[in-house]
């Protein structure tokens, strides 16, 4: 039993000649999580697991017949809109020219009486052309902002990739049905990726942000240097354990996430 102890602590931590060499995991610091807004049926799915994709490319599409209607209602009331907008501006343009014409005409004696009626009666019109036209200026914008929430609806219908990345997991296949906030998709950016380790509270005082670690992915012999770019205390208290976030460069080496490493804190004597 001491021996099995003895071993599964050599195996996270290991003490040579002062230095101590650590193991941890390599993560992704890119990872994106895809899901549905709204409930439908799967359409269409164009990507599988392992697939690499380009940030905009496809992923997958919903049955979109229900918000298609929808979108030709939005679409038809802006132009409705629009069209009673130019009816009331040009109907308020006629009566400023009628106002225009008995002003010019009462100002060059172009008639001996002052017909103070045609004026009240000529400004009562212009009030009332200018109230429609602003009630069907403010439909306008309404019907804007309907029109531009569902062409948003649409980038939910048919999902794009938010970034490069690689399909890791895919729970949708077409037929099936997806609630909102479901998973459908998840991308890990294969790029940016960093090694997570955790470290005991005894030996904190070793390290510090920003600090330069020799790093090594034994499966591939890869070494390199990373930098520490984060210590944070464990999500789970119970475990005393804190840890330590670090940047390295892959090159174009094929590391992905879930990768073994090694991290090694040389002796500062």
Do not use: C
């Not at 049926?41 to 229900?66: P, Q, W």
């Not at 200018?130 to 999902?159: C, D, G, P, W």
């Not at 609630?179 to 904190?204: A, H, K, N, Q, Y």
């Not at 591939?220 to 804190?242: E, S």
């Amino acid at each position: 039993m001491k021996k099995i102890i003895i071993v599964a602590l050599l195996l996270n931590v290991w003490s040579h000649a002062g230095d101590i060499t650590l193991t941890g995991t390599v993560v992704s610091d890119g990872q994106k999580m895809i899901g549905s807004r709204f409930m439908g049926y799967i359409k269409h799915v164009f990507v599988k697991v392992g697939d690499k994709v380009k940030r905009e490319d496809d992923l997958y599409e919903m049955e979109s017949a229900e918000f298609d209607i929808m979108k030709m209602q939005a679409d038809l009331m802006l132009e409705q809109t629009k069209v009673a907008v130019e009816y009331w501006r040009e109907k308020l343009r006629g009566v400023n020219l009628k106002r225009t014409t008995l002003r010019e005409r009462t100002s060059h004696g172009g008639s001996t009486e002052i017909n103070l009626d045609d004026f009240a009666d000529l400004d009562a019109q212009a009030a009332n052309v200018e109230s429609m036209l602003t009630a069907m200026q403010i439909m306008v914008k309404q019907a804007n902002i309907a029109a531009k929430k569902l062409a948003s609806t649409y980038n939910y219908i048919k999902m794009k990739a938010p970034s490069d990345g690689v399909v890791v997991q895919r729970n949708i296949k077409v037929g099936d049905m997806v609630m909102p906030g479901m998973l459908t998709i998840m991308l890990v950016d294969t790029e940016d990726l960093e090694i997570d380790v955790s470290i005991s509270e005894s030996i904190i005082s070793k390290v510090h942000e920003g600090q330069k670690v020799p790093v090594e992915i034994p499966s591939l012999d890869y070494h390199t240097t990373g930098v520490i770019h984060a210590i944070v205390p464990d999500a789970n208290p119970m475990t005393h354990k804190i840890k330590m976030r670090i940047r390295f460069d892959k090159g174009d080496v094929n590391i992905f996430p879930g990768m073994y490493a090694k991290v090694v804190l040389k002796d500062k004597k």
